[in-house]
């Protein structure tokens, strides 16, 4: 039988291009959070640390540069890929509401259908909504349900049971998308979720084609399947933006594409010899845009048991990591959590600790420790649930440490 070799370039080849495009391969230091979302994807951001973690890692940023960056408007947290809240530059507000308009509108058909609330109903409270909204002093969701008053309808028991406890939600998530108004953090922070609204004027522009070509440069060589995962688009309407948007492969017969001016760099790309560390979230883009875990792992660590998990469950088998990460040149080679009790990043190494670990978790620690105080996962972490995970990583990472080291448990 002929054998014919395997289409794809070596995952190690393909993990190190990966973090180089993300820039995880050494801080751009001087780069604008706008200039490290435009190059390397928008943040995801569910109330977590992930898009601090995110930009501190790629550029260096502190927190008082990126909410800053948020106030002037030049990123915002917006609802974009599939409707999920994202952080992006100002040059992508138009196309991140664009792509994600049709989130709104499915909540809006099944609220019609279930909940007998109509479309007509919906626009006269989003003109209600906008009436009440400044431009300047942000409204809290309670402050505009009082301004608007019997324009607001509670949808009562058979509401409560889908998550819609008012056709409010409805109202805003319309308005959000249309580019009518934005979404402002209370106290200007991206780690928390509490919001107030302010009327905005912003243009909702672009399509399928035009996510193509960013994420294939954010994310590049990549899968039409990891394409629709991350766009939330139809098959048919990924398939043809893909086409349109004159992707090559990254190798004759393999599924992995990237865009045409990237296939020569990548040829001649080579595996960085010396290791170099980053602490991200476990949602961070270079996991996040293809979401497929494994391609991250050696097989080994693949079959670790995971923190605090059930028994049998390993960490390659879930879809995102369950904790923060550790990365070298693409790979996983480690597990973080923040414990902010003893203010210290708790580490289980997939590798012998060496200097330029150590380097990058006191790097880590101390920005989690002085600039933002917490590293949540996502908006419902807490210190208190993230107890058991410190526990299992701590003890893991005792049980790995070889006989007569005496550094403190969970530090590499």
């Not at 670990?357 to 993230?386: H, I, M």
Request: charge should be neutral.
């Amino acid at each position: 039988m002929e054998h014919h070799p395997h289409p794809d370039p070596p995952v190690d080849k393909l993990r190190a291009w990966w973090s180089h495009r993300q820039w995880l391969d050494g801080p751009r230091t001087g780069a604008s959070a706008a200039e490290v979302l435009a190059a390397t994807g928008w943040a995801r951001s569910v109330g977590g640390a992930a898009p601090y973690l995110g930009l501190f890692a790629r550029a260096g940023l502190g927190r008082s540069a990126v909410d800053a960056a948020v106030a002037r408007l030049e990123v915002h947290e917006l609802p974009a890929a599939r409707g999920c809240a994202y952080v992006l530059p100002a040059a992508d507000f138009a196309l991140g509401l664009a792509v994600g308009a049709a989130a709104p509108a499915g909540e809006l058909a099944a609220a019609d259908k279930h909940l007998g609330v109509g479309r007509d109903e919906v626009e006269k409270l989003c003109l209600a909504v906008e009436r009440v909204l400044s431009e300047d002093e942000p409204l809290t969701p309670a402050a505009i349900r009082d301004a608007v008053g019997d324009a607001v309808r509670p949808l009562g028991e058979p509401g409560r049971k889908r998550g819609l406890t008012t056709t409010l939600p409805l109202a805003l998530g319309l308005m959000q998308s249309r580019g009518r108004i934005r979404r402002v953090p209370v106290n200007g922070r991206l780690d928390q979720q509490r919001y107030g609204y302010v009327g905005w004027d912003q243009p909702v522009a672009g399509g399928a084609v035009d996510l193509a070509r960013r994420y294939f440069s954010w994310a590049g060589p990549a899968t039409l399947r990891h394409f629709r995962w991350f766009s939330g688009f139809t098959a048919a309407t990924a398939r043809r933006a893909v086409a349109e948007a004159g992707l090559v492969p990254v190798a004759p017969g393999s599924e992995l594409l990237l865009p045409p001016g990237l296939a020569e760099e990548f040829a001649g790309f080579e595996v960085p010899a010396e290791p170099h560390h980053t602490l991200v979230a476990g949602i961070d883009g270079i996991h996040l845009l293809h979401r497929e875990l494994p391609r991250l792992l050696d097989p080994a660590d693949a079959a670790r048991p995971l923190p605090a998990g059930r028994a049998g469950r390993v960490f390659g088998g879930e879809a995102d990591p369950q904790t923060h990460v550790v990365l070298d040149r693409g790979r996983i080679v480690g597990l973080w959590e923040y414990d902010t009790e003893r203010a210290e990043i708790v580490l289980l190494p997939f590798v012998p600790p060496g200097d330029a670990l150590r380097d990058a978790v006191a790097r880590t620690e101390a920005f989690v420790r002085d600039d933002l105080g917490d590293a949540r996962g996502f908006g419902l972490d807490s210190p208190k649930s993230r107890t058991p995970r410190i526990a299992a990583l701590r003890a893991a990472a005792a049980a790995a440490r070889p006989a007569g080291r005496t550094q403190p448990a969970g530090r590499a």
